[in-house]
């Protein structure tokens, strides 16, 4: 039990277009879903927090703007990098929480921007 | 400040032999403490957890331990196979709260 998918598990894109990709929990309800990135030789640095059916937050300098989440139902949430550009390269991985103090990662999504 | 520190930072080891790495915290109230593994390029996947009246917690050759007095854990692995070569992240939860704490984490390679 407890499974996090995320799709695509990597992506190549040309610099200015925009990036989805979405984080699904498989066989529970997750009412609070994380979005965080991890860059070479680094820990997870949480970028936002999603909730189903509100906005969501984000952690101190990053760009609502750019990273646009969306959190339409109970089992998935989307990531959009928007207009993305090679330093948005990186490793995106979410997490989904069926309750407080809980959270599944899913498996990541490798991320290059040419 | 709510911190999460692992040593050592990166580990050699050779296949078959057995290795502990450490988790202190200064993460408060505290909830629960988990041990996860990361392969290179995967998410983060979950060995142990442990609450704060457990002071340790199997999962195969994976032996956690958790002492809430000193704010201190550790992760033993027995008879290291070449597979066990990933990063180890120590993660702490807060009581009440989403919030979690990572540690950067402690890489180990098992060579032959």
Redesign the interface.
């Known amino acids: 039990g407890a499974v996090?998918s995320?799709h695509p598990s990597w992506v190549i894109c040309k610099s200015g277009t925009s990036v989805k990709i979405e984080c699904r929990s498989l066989d529970f309800q997750a009412t609070?879903m994380?979005w965080y990135r991890q860059f070479p030789?680094?820990?997870?640095m949480?970028m936002a927090?999603s909730n189903e059916g509100s906005k969501a937050t984000y952690e101190q300098g990053v760009e609502k703007d750019k990273f646009l989440i969306n959190h339409a139902s109970l089992t998935l949430s989307t990531l959009t990098v928007t207009s993305a550009h090679p330093e948005d390269s990186s490793?995106y991985?979410c997490s989904a929480?069926p309750s407080?103090?809980?959270?599944?990662?899913?498996?990541?999504t490798?991320l290059l921007v040419l | 400040k709510n911190q999460v520190e692992q040593s050592p930072q990166s580990l050699i080891i050779l296949e078959g032999k057995n290795c502990t790495l450490q988790c202190n915290y200064t993460v408060s109230p505290f909830s629960n403490l988990r041990w996860y593994k990361q392969d290179t390029g995967r998410g983060p996947v979950s060995l142990t957890i442990m609450t704060f009246s457990e002071n340790t917690k199997s999962n195969g050759r994976y032996t956690a331990t958790l002492d809430a007095d000193t704010k201190q854990s550790s992760l033993h692995i027995t008879a290291s196979q070449l597979s066990d070569s990933a990063s180890y992240i120590c993660v702490v939860s807060r009581a009440g709260s989403y919030q979690l704490t990572f540690g950067k984490g402690t890489k180990l390679s098992v060579i032959p």
């Not at chain 1, 030789?41 to 997870?44: E, F, G, P, R, V």
């Open positions: 996090v995320q609070t994380f030789k680094q820990s997870l949480l927090t490793f991985i929480s407080q103090e809980t959270q599944y990662f899913g498996p990541g490798r």
